[in-house]
């Protein structure tokens, strides 16, 4: 099966800067995609690449098999997106609201009443919007996106300001939709630790470059470090380093770059050597740790 998106080597140069730089990928059906990155990383100029908002430079977009500029309309009837924040009237009820998209796309009430069901929405949709929390407005701007059922649903940042409860129901939402109703689902997200909880795969764009691309499991999972703590850093650095091994110290604390079988004869030759060990054990690292390392220690916006 082919995937629902493939962007192929996207450039987009404005005068004299290159904003996104040969940037290629692909989303499946049935996974969540994040797409992360610091503050002008070239993220948002990206999304609006594939959404049709901006014309690439060079590369294209492909959505179910359409090339975004030869064949945009084809392309667009398959895409559900919100860039930014969802485009609702709040002195309207939430059924107001999707009356008046639907209308736009030509699709039936029956359209509504199903996408209303999927957000959870459907006992609400008779009130006000101006009466809805953030995190219901949220989920009335995605039923939004899914009117015309999409077999691609991109959006930016659709957890942005809301409380753990409702950034917990925007998660089960999307991987529902992807995992359960295999829509294709692209999220840029600053949430670091959710995006580790919600999605199946990231990539990390820097400097309008894409520095990693994977499964979260084989991303966070792909550098082996194993944490020691000691009585004397000094010493056991002296140590660690005439092994070979990488490492970086802290007060009381070393992580050593190295395979979990290795450590046994470490710790045997701090102990020789009188460092003191008082446990030894595999880190993990988080994708928020990797995402910092990538990017040389820059936060995502």
């Not at 692909?26 to 996974?31: F, S, Y």
């Not at 995609?33 to 430079?57: E, H, S, W």
């Not at 309207?92 to 996408?115: D, P, Q, S």
């Not at 650095?237 to 802290?250: L, M, N, Q, T």
Request: charge should be negative.
């Amino acid at each position: 099966m082919k995937p629902v998106l493939i962007a192929s080597n996207l450039t987009k140069v404005i005068g004299k800067r290159t904003i996104v730089d040969n940037v290629s990928f692909a989303l499946d059906a049935g996974e969540v995609f994040g797409f992360l990155g610091p503050n002008g990383a070239g993220k948002t100029t990206t999304i609006r690449m594939l959404v049709g908002l901006i014309k690439p430079t060079n590369g294209n977009v492909t959505i179910c098999g359409f090339d975004i500029r030869r064949q945009f309309e084809q392309a667009m009837s398959n895409i559900g997106c919100i860039v930014e924040n969802p485009d609702l009237y709040r002195f309207m009820t939430g059924r107001e609201n999707l009356e008046h998209f639907a209308r736009m796309l030509g699709v039936g009430n029956e359209e509504i009443e199903r996408v209303a069901e999927l957000v959870a929405l459907a006992h609400r949709l008779d009130q006000r919007v101006g009466t809805y929390s953030l995190g219901m407005r949220q989920r009335l701007g995605i039923a939004q996106a899914l009117l015309g059922t999409p077999r691609l649903l991109i959006l930016d940042e659709p957890a942005n300001g809301l409380d753990p409860a409702g950034i917990r129901e925007i998660r089960e939402l999307l991987r529902h939709l992807a995992h359960d109703r295999q829509m294709a689902v692209f999220v840029s997200s600053h949430l670091l630790g959710e995006v580790e909880l919600m999605c199946d795969r990231v990539a990390i764009i820097h400097k309008g470059q894409l520095l990693r691309e994977g499964s979260v499991k084989d991303l966070i999972s792909s550098h082996r470090e194993m944490e020691f703590r000691v009585g004397d850093v000094a010493r056991a650095s002296e140590i660690v380093r005439s092994k070979g091994f990488a490492f970086r110290a802290d007060t009381d604390r070393l992580w050593i770059s190295m395979d979990e079988n290795d450590a046994p004869p470490l710790v045997a030759a701090l102990a020789e050597n009188g460092v003191a060990v008082f446990h030894a054990q595999r880190h993990v690292e988080s994708l928020e740790e990797m995402f910092l390392q990538a990017t040389g220690g820059e936060t995502v916006d």
